[in-house]
């Protein structure tokens, strides 16, 4: 048997990275890994194994994602193009910083289901956590992808 | 930065070193675990100590008028509907998480038509039983002393007033904002999803 501790060390990285990606905001993500950590700690004495542990912890988050509309409100709208006088090579930090903008330009689900790709997520499992099938979940995020893409085009044209 | 291999090495360069340690997150659930759900079990406590006290004096004081009998039922059954639809709620909370995304916008969308049910009908019940039953009860206690009656009946009368047509549609009007934003963003989810 996993305990919490271990099941803490092991997904809590994967889980900030996904609601970081959803919000744009460190202290947003943060909050929302530890409400998904409380609901985790809740229900682990009741989780049977019919899905994979990723999986369930996943759908924690990104339902905690959606739900949390006050952090809608909040969340920083992606605005292209920004630093435009700044013509200049980025650091990784400035690179994911750009990545992160151009995600929060995105849907909400879209969010999610290219945050849960980016993690590295099986698009079977993504299709689980989302409640799409696999051929669904497949074509959205060769959409997400092309759209991501466009995104960031459009900041290095104006680089 | 366009190959999707390079976004996903520089996805995993996010810094995590600044989440709390496994230790001290423990320490956070054990002082969040129940914030949430709080209020609801006071009310739902509140609900059963008082419906509990308004039949225990029923049973252990002998009144002479029927009216009493009948208005102490009236509101120890509202407080027991009140508790009972608290506790429905916490019960679909404690089920909420378990869901895929689309299942979980639906229980989202379920809950929200709970809430405008329990605004519209519930609450209109229990406050419709709860002022009968106190009308009722206060009789025995005053029918023989007219200014007291008087003075009861009227303090009772503004008290509800007053709820009724100034602290409710207040909160209902504000409650109700929300959950119609709920409502336009699980749709707006919905739609992404289709």
Known sequence: MTTFEEIYKCYAPQIYRVCFGYTNDADQAKDLVQDTFIAVWKGLP????????????????????????????????????????????????????????????????????????????????????????????RVKIHRIKEKLAQKLKAYEQFR | MNNLDDLKSLWHTAKTDSLPTAKEMMQLIRKFRNQKLRSKWLVIISSLVLGGLITGVMFYVHFKLFTTYVGSGLMA????????????????????????????????????????????????????????????????????????????????????????????????????????????RIESILNQLK
């Open chain 2, 77 to 184: 059954f509202s407080s027991l509907v009140l508790a009972m639809d608290k506790m429905m709620s916490i019960k679909r909370f404690y089920q909420l998480d378990d869901h895929s995304n689309i299942d979980f916008l639906a229980f989202i969308e379920q809950t929200r038509k709970n809430q405008v049910y329990y605004y519209t009908q519930t609450m209109v019940t229990v406050v419709f039983l709860c002022s009968v039953g106190l009308l009722l009860y206060v009789y025995e206690l005053t029918y023989q002393h007219p200014l007291w009656c008087i003075g009861a009946y009227s303090f009772i009368a503004v008290y509800y007033a007053i709820l009724w047509f100034v602290i409710r549609p207040r909160a209902f009007r504000r409650d109700a904002e929300k959950l119609d934003a709920t409502r336009r």
């Open chain 1, 46 to 137: 009741g989780f049977r194994n019919e899905s994979q542990m990723g999986t369930w912890i996943f759908r924690i988050a990104t339902n905690h994602c959606l739900r949390a509309i006050e952090v809608a409100k909040r969340m920083p709208a992606a605005e292209l193009p920004f630093n435009l006088a700044e013509a200049r090579e980025e650091s990784p930090e400035e690179k994911l910083s750009i990545l992160y903008r151009c995600i929060a330009g995105l849907e909400e689900t879209e969010r999610i289901i290219i945050s849960l790709e980016l993690e590295g997520l099986p698009q079977a499992e993504i299709a689980v956590v989302v409640g799409l099938s696999n051929g669904n979940v």
